[in-house]
């Protein structure tokens, strides 16, 4: 029998982010550039509260989910890991190759992450990855960050922070 759980959802109007990117599929074929309006939803759940009647202090996990969205908001997303993505630092800009195709960008203008690919799946994971460190010394166990794409379309990634 699964025990009792406590699960805090937020889902804020101000979790959002607006960028652009594309996902590559193979070494032949990839999304063109192009932009989304990204929303942000996480669920922190856990077994037990405090004293207090808390499973925890809303305040810090909420301002970090605006501080990332913040970071990416506007920019350009690039993968620092993709075997498939060539970005390069050139005249104080990015130049990137996929394929026959070659894009040069401001370096103000990118967000370069320690991701494979700019998928939602990758995103998901990533949110989840920085988040992960501002849940410790609560009571929740698991953390689940969903990214929408656009409407009808996101991807969850949850795993319980004993894996952080």
């Known amino acids: 029998m699964t ?13 959002k982010f607006s960028v652009a990117h594309f996902t590559v599929f193979s070494e032949r074929t990839a999304e063109e550039l192009h932009g ?7 669920e922190i759940a856990g077994t037990g509260v405090d004293g207090l009647g808390l499973l925890m202090d809303l305040r810090g996990i909420k301002a970090e989910i605006r501080r990332l969205c913040a970071e990416l908001d506007s920019k350009t997303l690039l993968p620092e890991r993709s075997t498939l993505v060539r970005v390069t630092t050139v005249d104080g800009g990015h ?11 401001p370096r103000a ?13 990758e995103l998901a994971r990533w949110f989840w990855v920085e988040l992960a460190p501002s849940l410790g010394g609560s ?8 990214v929408e794409e656009t409407a009808g379309q996101s991807c969850v990634y949850s795993a ?4 952080a």
């Open 3 to 15: 025990p009792p759980r406590f699960a805090l959802r937020l889902a804020k109007e101000d979790f």
């Open 36 to 42: 989304h309006n990204y929303r942000v939803r996480v």
């Open 95 to 105: 130049e990137v190759r996929y394929g026959d195709r070659l894009y040069r960008l």
């Open 109 to 121: 203008d990118v967000r370069l992450l320690p991701i494979c690919n700019t998928s939602i799946e």
């Open 139 to 146: 009571a929740a166990t698991d953390l689940m960050v969903e």
């Open 160 to 163: 319980s922070l004993a894996t």
